[in-house]
């Protein structure tokens, strides 16, 4: 079984920075595909960035610019860093990886910016 523990998120005003990371752990023999998803109220989940094991990266066009995704292969850690935040980037923050042949989620830091 694979856990996954987020750090970080918080409070932030507009324009600020903030950074978020998941460490995968347990007995892990494949990850794959690494990333964050997010959840705002009264929307659905949706994808922020994910990055691939060869170190690919993709985002969501509503962070291009803004947001870097980068992992850790030997620590099996995910990190996210959030600049230039705004409002919409308010949300639950959850950690993903495909890993062991399964989807793997985090229980979600909260990420708040305020005007």
């Known amino acids: 079984q694979v856990q996954l523990v987020e750090s970080g998120g918080g409070l932030v005003q507009t324009g600020g920075s903030l950074s978020v990371s998941c460490a995968a752990s347990?007995?892990?023999?494949?990850?794959?595909?690494m990333g964050w998803y997010r959840q705002a109220p009264g929307h659905q989940r949706e994808l922020v960035a994910v990055?691939?094991?060869?170190?690919?990266?993709n985002y969501a066009d509503s962070v291009k610019g803004r947001f870097r995704i980068w992992r850790d292969t030997v620590k099996s850690t995910v990190y996210l860093q959030m600049n230039s935040l705004k409002s919409e980037d308010t949300a639950i923050y959850y950690c993903?990886?495909?890993?062991?042949?399964?989807?793997?989620w985090g229980q979600g830091t909260q990420v708040t910016v305020s005007s």
């Open positions: 993903y990886c495909y890993a062991n042949m399964h989807d793997n």
């Open positions: 347990g007995r892990i023999f494949s990850i794959n595909n």
């Open positions: 990055v691939t094991s060869g170190g690919n990266t």
